[in-house]
Antibody
């Protein structure tokens, strides 16, 4: 079955760029919508954005100026870059697969999540 | 962005209880609403999509209903493994937005 696994540094300095990768195994990345979602400690979930199988992207306006999501189909991976980070970007970052084909709209497969702390 | 609210923010219940959680959208979203369950230290898991469709493998004691702006998740008979936080998600337009969550704990 399809599995997702996040990877990347667990500690990032303020003003630097957070970079995470999500590896997709057990299935092709060349379909569906591939998404990043984050959750600050003790708080709720925030949708960051997605990249589609066609390469189109859509970002949360609250983060849009700092976010880039890209895909490497040869490696079956997609990535998140978040620039100019502050302590407010400290969170667990999840990658997830989104089905968006009526009648099904859902994040049906999630990675385990990776904690990223922004601190000097 | 569409704002999602949930009530209650937390509740205490016993095994076997019927539990109802409400989610409200700041504007109409048709049936484009999902419910997710999250246990501590784990990723969320989809329970319901399209307001009332049960995700494959999810027990039938979970039921979603509603349309437009008001939605409900009902657990007909709470089981020990159901103690968790529940989030609604509007899938109607971007940016996708989650409700603040409802924590269900043991009474």
């Amino acid at each position: 079955q399809v599995q997702l696994q996040e990877s990347g540094p667990g500690l990032v300095k303020p003003s630097e760029t957070l970079s995470l990768t999500c590896s997709v195994s057990g299935g092709s990345i060349s379909t569906y919508y591939w998404t990043w979602i984050r959750q600050p400690p003790g708080k709720g979930l925030e949708w960051i954005g997605y990249i589609s199988y066609t390469g189109s992207t859509n970002y949360n306006p609250s983060l849009k100026s700092r976010v880039t999501i890209s895909v490497d189909t040869s490696k079956n991976q997609f990535s998140l870059k978040l620039s100019s980070v502050t302590a407010a970007d400290t969170a667990v970052y999840y990658c997830a697969r989104r089905i968006a084909a009526r009648p099904v709209y859902a994040f049906d497969i999630w990675g385990q999540g990776t904690m990223v702390t922004v601190s000097s | 962005a569409i704002q999602m609210t949930q009530s209650p923010s937390s509740l205490s219940a016993s095994v076997g209880d019927r539990v109802t959680i409400t989610c409200r959208a700041s504007q109409g979203i048709g049936n484009d609403l999902g419910w997710y369950q999250q246990k501590p230290g784990k990723a969320p898991k989809v329970l319901i999509y399209g307001a009332s469709s049960l995700q494959s493998g999810v027990p039938s004691r979970f039921r979603g209903s509603g349309s437009g702006t008001d939605f409900t998740l009902t657990i007909s008979s709470l089981q020990p493994e159901d103690f968790a936080t529940y989030y609604c998600l509007q899938d109607y337009n971007y940016p996708l937005t989650f409700g603040p969550g409802t924590k269900v704990d043991i009474k």
